[in-house]
C-alpha cells in the first residue's frame, strides 16, 4: 500500500508541471516579436523612397500609428511588471528600479504626445511630413528611451525566469523524496540526470542575473570570463540531455543567452522527471 501511494505521489509530482514547461517551450508572444521589429519598421519610414501617391501616404501613416501603439504597450507593460516586482531589497537595485520607472514614465508620455501630434497633422501631411515624423520619433527614441526599456526587459526576462527554478527545484525535491523511497536504480539514474539540469539552469539564471548586475547596476566591476556550465544554444543543450549532463557555454553570452540555455535545462529535466513517471506506470 505504501508503494502504491508513493508511485502515486510521484506520478502527481512528476505530472504538475506545465505551466513552467510551457514557458520554457514558448518563444517570443506576438507583440514581442513585433516590438523586436520597430527598429527596422521605423527605419524603413525614414529611407523609403518617397512615391507621391495617397496609397502610399496613408500606408506609412499607419505603419507609424502601429509602431507607437506596439512601443506604448512595451513602456506601460514593462513599467506595470516592475512595480509588480517585490523582492528590490537592495539599495542599487531599489535605485536602478525607481530610474527605470521614472524614464518609462516620461517615455509614456512622450509616445502619447506624438500620438497626439499625428492625429492633429494626419489629414495634412506629405511623404515628406511623416519621413521627417520618424526620423525624429526614431533619434529620440534612440536617444532617450529605447536602452532604459530593454534593461527593464532583460531584468525581467532573469528574474521571471528564476521563479521557472525555483518551481523545477521544488517539484525535483518532491521527486526525490518518493524515488529514494522506491530504491530503485533506473529511477536514481534518472534523479542524478534531473539533478544536474535543475542545478544547471540555476546557475545559469545565477550568470544571468551576475551579468545584468556587472552591466546595468555596478558596470565597474569584471565580469567573469569562461563560464563552464550550458551552452547558449538548443541543439548542444539537447545534446547534452542524451547523456545527461551540462555542456560547454560560449565564451561571450548575453542575458537572454543564458537565460534561453537556463530554460533548456528547464525543459530537459522535466523531460526527465516524464521518463522516471513512465518508468513508474509500467512497474519499474
Known amino acids: ?16 508541471f506545465p505551466a513552467t514547461y510551457a514557458f520554457a517551450e514558448s518563444g517570443p508572444s506576438p ?13 524603413n519610414l525614414v529611407t523609403a523612397k518617397d512615391e507621391n501617391s495617397a496609397q502610399e501616404l496613408s500606408f506609412r501613416v499607419q505603419t507609424f500609428k502601429k509602431v507607437l501603439d506596439y512601443v506604448m504597450t ?10 509588480l516586482v517585490e523582492d528590490f531589497s537592495n539599495k542599487d537595485l ?10 518609462l514614465a516620461n517615455a509614456i508620455k512622450y509616445y502619447e ?13 506629405t511623404i515628406k511630413d511623416i519621413k521627417s515624423f520618424a526620423k525624429d520619433f526614431k533619434e529620440e527614441r534612440d536617444l532617450v528611451y529605447a536602452q532604459p526599456t530593454e534593461e527593464a526587459k ?4 532573469v528574474n521571471q525566469e528564476r521563479s521557472s527554478v525555483d518551481i523545477a527545484k521544488t517539484r525535483f525535491g518532491k521527486i526525490a523524496d518518493d524515488v529514494r523511497t522506491l530504491n530503485s536504480s533506473k529511477l536514481n539514474a534518472l ?14 539564471n545565477g550568470k544571468a542575473y551576475d551579468l545584468f548586475w556587472n ?26 540531455a542524451d547523456k545527461g549532463t551540462g555542456s560547454e557555454e560560449p565564451k561571450q553570452s548575453s542575458i537572454k543567452d543564458l537565460v534561453k540555455s537556463s530554460l533548456l535545462n528547464i525543459k530537459n529535466a522535466y523531460q526527465t522527471f516524464i521518463e522516471m513517471s513512465s518508468l513508474v506506470r509500467k512497474g519499474l
Request: net charge neutral; glycine share 0%; aromatic share 4%.
Open 215 to 240: 552591466t546595468y547596476i555596478n558596470p565597474k566591476k569584471v565580469v567573469l570570463e569562461n563560464p563552464t556550465i550550458s551552452t547558449s544554444t538548443a541543439t548542444s543543450t539537447n545534446q547534452a
Open 74 to 83: 512595451e513602456a506601460r507593460d514593462t513599467r506595470v511588471k516592475l512595480f
Open 191 to 204: 534523479l542524478q540526470k534531473a539533478e544536474i539540469f535543475v542545478n544547471d539552469a540555476e546557475t545559469l
Open 1 to 16: 500500500m505504501k508503494r502504491v501511494v508513493i508511485t502515486i505521489g510521484l506520478c502527481a509530482s512528476v505530472l504538475a
Open 31 to 43: 507583440i514581442q516579436k513585433v516590438l523586436e521589429n520597430v527598429k527596422d519598421t521605423v527605419d
Open 113 to 125: 504626445s506624438e500620438q497626439k501630434l499625428l492625429e492633429t497633422k494626419e489629414k495634412s501631411m
Open 94 to 103: 531599489i535605485n536602478w528600479r525607481n530610474e527605470k520607472v521614472s524614464v
Open 154 to 157: 532583460e531584468f525581467l526576462l
